[in-house]
């Protein structure tokens, strides 16, 4: 199973109703306990709108499209975070590396996400954990570029 099959399955698991569609101006809406995907994307963008949208109905409360409110862009930050610990997470990053993953286009075709999504993810993880961060015997670092050292 893919990662928005399992999304897909994550969501009608917890009381969601996904429904693929011809949105303009998003790749993806949420209300109540019903998500709106824009149908004309490729699956690994769909997976990511996805995760976002998910991460909405964990992280968001309100209408928050206006991003002029504070209040608003830091659930918008919230809702991607959760998406990107989702679908990536720090030992998805080593299981890359792991993997052998040389180059961010390989580290997104394994993860089955989009480059932007991974970029975006990687910029997010920097902000919060800085130089690096130690996940079991690996340790992750994100400046100056993105790599991965295992510990012996």
Do not use: W
């Not at 019903?34 to 963008?45: G, L, N, W």
């Not at 998910?54 to 499209?65: A, C, K």
């Not at 286009?105 to 997010?124: N, Q």
């Amino acid at each position: 199973m893919n990662p928005y099959e399992i999304l897909l399955d994550n969501a009608y698991n917890d009381g969601m109703l996904v429904k693929e569609k011809p949105l303009q101006g998003s790749d993806g809406r949420i209300k109540g306990n019903k998500i709106a995907i824009r149908e004309d994307m490729t699956i690994p963008e769909k997976t990511c709108a996805l995760a976002e949208e998910l991460g909405h109905h964990e992280t968001s409360v309100g209408n928050i499209l206006d991003m002029t409110s504070a209040v608003n862009r830091k659930q918008e930050r919230q809702a991607r975070l959760h998406g990107y610990n989702r679908l990536i997470g720090l030992i998805g990053l080593v299981n890359a590396y792991e993997h052998g993953c040389q180059s961010r286009y390989e580290i997104a075709e394994y993860l089955e996400v989009t480059e932007e999504f991974l970029e975006e993810c990687i910029e997010c993880y920097r902000n919060k954990y800085g130089i690096c961060k130690r996940v079991d015997n690996y340790v992750v670092y994100f400046i100056p570029q993105l790599s991965v050292m295992k510990l012996v």
